[in-house]
């Protein structure tokens, strides 16, 4: 998760693809060079432990635009595959 994160922070489209569990994965990626990523608390976890197959993360993303600040908030679901976990998909509220 704090990678994914990072990857957003930095603009780098190319880690976020390869994070993406290929069920889900978009053809392309796209990010807002106007949005500056600037915080992420992690908010819950559920499983998501060494010897889980799967895990949720619940966390708020902290940007600022070109309207202001804003906080992305998301219940994220992962799947681990060959010992990498992978972003499956999330529900942003």
Excluded: C, Q
């Excluded at 390869?18 to 915080?39: G, Q």
């Amino acid at each position: 998760m704090r990678s994914r994160y990072t990857a957003f922070a930095i603009g780098d489209t190319a880690y976020l693809r390869r994070s993406w569990h290929p069920s889900t994965r978009p053809a392309s990626i796209e990010l807002d060079p106007d949005v500056r990523w600037l915080r992420l608390d992690i908010l819950a976890k559920s499983a998501g432990g060494p010897f889980d197959a799967e895990g949720i993360v619940e966390f708020e993303a902290i940007h600022r635009d070109a309207s202001g600040r804003g906080v992305l908030h998301e219940r994220s679901r992962f799947m681990r595959e060959d010992g990498n976990w992978f972003y499956v998909d999330g529900e942003v509220s």
